[in-house]
């Protein structure tokens, strides 16, 4: 099993940075694929965005990009979100997880493995 473990949420003024990193142990890390996703209270889980095995082609969801910036270190077994500029509608538990399989998702039902989150608060 792959264990998941995320750090570095808390809460921020809006227009400020704040990194989350996700370390993750069980298994070998470098050949999956990553995503960071979020959930709002009474929201459904949103996709942030995902990254390859290498680090080399990322992806990001349209209300993230240009602010937000993942990567992976594979000889830690850690990926990072950095997240700049932050908005109030940023606010949520933030979660990483890994896909087991193989292919590039945005859907949470095909990832398998989650960490138990982080929260980000973004005050106006």
């Known amino acids: 099993q792959v264990q998941l473990v995320e750090s570095g949420g808390g809460l921020v003024q809006a227009g400020g940075s704040l990194r989350l990193s996700c370390a993750a142990s069980?298994?070998?890390?470098?050949?999956?694929?990553m995503g960071w996703f979020r959930q709002a209270p009474g929201k459904e889980r949103e996709f942030v965005g995902r990254?390859?095995?290498?680090?080399?082609?990322?992806y990001y969801a349209d209300s993230v990009k240009g602010r937000f910036t993942i990567s992976r270190d594979n000889a830690k077994n850690t990926m990072y979100l950095q997240m700049n500029r932050l908005k109030p509608e940023d606010t949520a538990v933030y979660y990483c997880?890994?896909?087991?399989?193989?292919?590039?998702?945005?859907?949470?039902?095909?990832?398998?493995?989650w960490g138990q989150g982080t929260q980000v608060t973004v005050s106006s």
């Open positions: 069980g298994r070998t890390f470098s050949r999956y694929v």
């Open positions: 990254i390859s095995w290498s680090g080399s082609s990322t």
């Open positions: 997880a890994v896909r087991g399989g193989t292919g590039a998702t945005s859907a949470p039902e095909e990832y398998d493995y």
